[in-house]
């Protein structure tokens, strides 16, 4: 079965600094792998996704996430964080490669960017 | 607006009560998923559905019952509520194929079982 592991799961960054959130996974067959953001009492929002095309995905708000098949990793960055980016964030596994249309979440990392 | 409706947004029942989360979506997905969030865990797969008449289990079905009469409803029931049945729970809808490229969620339930 494939599962995704988050590192940290609180970052506190100042505001400006580099952000980096880490995504590991397992799978047997090549993932499809997601980042989404969930801003407080509100659902999840898809901000990238790796589909095989490309390595390095650019996704919303400045944020992108590149695929390392060796490191088993697909961890989330920007380059310059800003109070907006306070949220929770969560990297995602699509288990269609094994026939079951699943879709594992990680635990989530909360993100505190301080002024 | 398109997109997938939950109702109620807010619900407190009683150990041992019964109710029916309602999740529709106006998007002809043909999968639906239902999630339970808890601190520290994420989201975790209760049931999905890839269409009308078919639901499988996800990783926490226990507790929970779902069918899938008409592509654009879901609805989750909790047949005799427990107060571990407290959480935040989210409907979320994609094309079959649209599972490599994302889901679109609902604004979620927040139950609390007393």
């Known amino acids: 079965a494939q599962s995704v592991t988050q590192l940290g799961s609180h970052v506190s960054v100042s505001e400006g600094a580099l952000v980096l959130l880490r995504c590991n996974y397992s799978?047997?067959?090549?993932?499809?792998l997601f980042w989404y953001v969930q801003y407080p009492n509100q659902g999840l929002q898809l901000l990238l996704k790796?589909?095989?095309?490309?390595?390095l995905v650019k996704g919303i708000n400045g944020f992108e996430a590149e695929f390392k098949k060796s490191e088993t990793s697909f961890h989330l960055t920007k380059p310059s964080a800003h109070m907006s980016d306070a949220a929770e964030y969560f990297c995602a596994v699509s288990d269609l490669g094994s026939g079951t249309y699943k879709y594992i979440f990680g635990t989530g990392t909360r993100l505190k960017v301080l002024a | 607006n398109a997109g997938v409706t939950q109702t109620p947004k807010f619900q407190v029942l009683k150990t041992g009560q019964s109710m029916t989360l309602q999740c529709a979506q106006d998007m002809n997905h043909e999968y639906m998923s239902w999630y339970r969030q808890d601190p520290g865990m994420g989201l975790r797969l209760i049931h999905y559905s890839v269409g009308a008449g078919i639901t499988d289990q996800g990783e926490v079905p226990n507790g929970y019952n779902v069918s899938r009469s008409t592509t654009e409803d879901f609805p989750l029931r909790l047949l005799s509520a427990a107060p571990s049945q407290t959480s935040v729970y989210f409907c979320?809808?994609?094309?079959?194929?649209?599972?490599?490229?994302?889901?679109?969620f609902g604004s979620g339930t927040r139950l609390t079982v007393v």
């Open positions: 790796y589909t095989s095309a490309a390595t």
């Open positions: 799978s047997s067959v090549p993932p499809y």
């Open positions: 979320a809808s994609t094309e079959l194929r649209g599972l490599y490229y994302g889901y679109t």
